[in-house]
């Protein structure tokens, strides 16, 4: 499960994946609703936030005031270097176009675990 994201040529930007739950209060991942560091646990609905229900479009990504505890989150895996100047127009693999800040508002800001270690390999 993830998403994938475009620019408008085509290039592969990267994919969303869901991965799990994340303490934004520790900003570490947690293996269940409960941090191990805080103890402050996952209190919301599965099925209208955090990253899954993003990923199956039932809910709107996080805004940053409701960060401050343990959700459901996704990683977003660059195929381009986010380095590079990203363009004004982004689209998802469902036909949703963002801008760039709406592409770092509601994708970025709900993926604290960014990985840029495929950078360059064109994956899927
Ligand atoms: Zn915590």
């Known amino acids: 499960m993830g998403t994938n994201f475009y620019l408008r040529s085509g290039q592969h930007i990267g994919k969303r994946s869901a991965i799990g739950y994340y ?5 570490i991942q ?38 401050n505890v343990v959700r459901r989150v996704s990683s977003f895996t660059w195929d381009m270097d986010p380095k590079l100047q990203l363009p004004s127009a982004i689209v998802d693999g469902y036909g949703k176009t963002y801008s760039i800040k709406e592409f770092k508002e509601q994708v970025l800001a709900n993926c604290p675990i960014q ?3 495929e950078i360059g390999r064109n994956f899927t």
Not at 23 to 27: E, I, L
Not at 49 to 62: Q, R, T
């Open 23 to 27: 303490c934004w209060n520790c900003r």
């Open 115 to 117: 990985i840029f270690t």
């Open 30 to 67: 947690c293996n269940g609703e409960k941090c191990p560091n805080c103890g402050k646990t996952f209190k919301g609905n599965v099925m209208t936030e955090g990253a899954v229900a993003v990923e199956l479009g039932f809910a709107k990504p996080n805004t940053q005031s409701e960060r």
